[in-house]
């Protein structure tokens, strides 16, 4: 299996709702990633995830609480919304970067999960 | 900083025509680059990377420290070939990547 599958794909939400997006992969990864992309313009990472821990936070606000329950679950916690966090939410995993000596680099990602916020 | 341009928001040839992508970045050690592309509908996925030196798809890519450049290029575009390109950047011993702001192939037949 050398996907990674994001649920859902499309989610509508109010700004008081609360809502979590999910994100697996099977491929033995140790890395996964949120990234957030509007449209026609590239993927902008939110968080890095290696081993289960939080390594990387790119300011992020509150409102978008990560989790990572297991090695191939992600999770992406929404409270609080804006109408500007309408967006696009890809999910990505690789191989982690200090793991192997056949370390690629390569990231693999899923099909996203389109988020409107009204 | 680190930083990836690419200078072409939207490039169109027609089929049988060169291509050439221009990618450039700017960082302080020893660069790890990638073209990444999104089919429409279809998911980001890894087009090429400069240390395995390959072609995949016709499409190369050659890895220029003194014109800091990773340009994409394939002699005879097809229209299958109709996508968003995006050069990219690992940023030093993690898994981050930076994205340049892409380029719109459009192979007219």
């Known amino acids: 299996d050398t996907e990674v599958t994001q649920t859902p794909k499309h989610l509508v939400m109010g700004m008081t709702n609360k809502k979590s997006l999910k994100c697996e992969q099977h491929?033995?990864?140790?890395?996964m990633y949120w990234y957030k992309q509007k449209a026609k313009k590239p993927p902008e990472l939110m968080f890095v995830?290696?081993?289960?821990?939080?390594?990387i936070n790119e300011s992020v606000p509150s409102r978008f609480s990560p989790e990572c329950p297991n090695s191939s679950l992600l999770n992406l916690h929404l409270h609080a919304l804006q109408p500007e966090d309408s967006a696009l939410y890809l999910c990505?995993?690789?191989?982690?970067?200090?793991?192997?000596?056949?370390?690629?680099?390569?990231?693999?990602f899923g099909e996203g999960s389109r988020l409107t916020v009204l | 900083a680190q930083r990836v341009t690419q200078p072409e928001k939207l490039l169109s040839v027609f089929k049988g025509a060169p291509v050439e992508l221009k990618c450039n970045y700017s960082?302080?050690?020893?660069?790890?680059l990638f073209w990444y592309v999104q089919y429409s509908r279809q998911r980001l996925q890894l087009l090429l990377r400069?240390?395995s030196r390959e072609s995949i798809k016709g499409f190369t890519a050659d890895l220029n420290k003194g014109e800091t450049s990773f340009h994409l290029k394939k002699p005879f575009a097809q229209e299958e070939d109709s996508a968003m390109y995006y050069c990219?950047?690992?940023?030093?011993?993690?898994?981050?990547?930076?994205f340049g702001q892409g380029t719109t192939l459009q192979v007219k037949p």
């Open positions: 990219a950047l690992r940023e030093g011993n993690t898994g981050k990547l930076i």
């Open positions: 491929m033995g990864h140790r890395a």
């Open positions: 995830y290696s081993y289960e821990k939080l390594s």
């Open positions: 960082y302080s050690g020893s660069p790890e």
């Open positions: 400069h240390i």
């Open positions: 990505a995993s690789s191989q982690d970067a200090g793991d192997r000596v056949d370390y690629t680099g390569e990231l693999f």
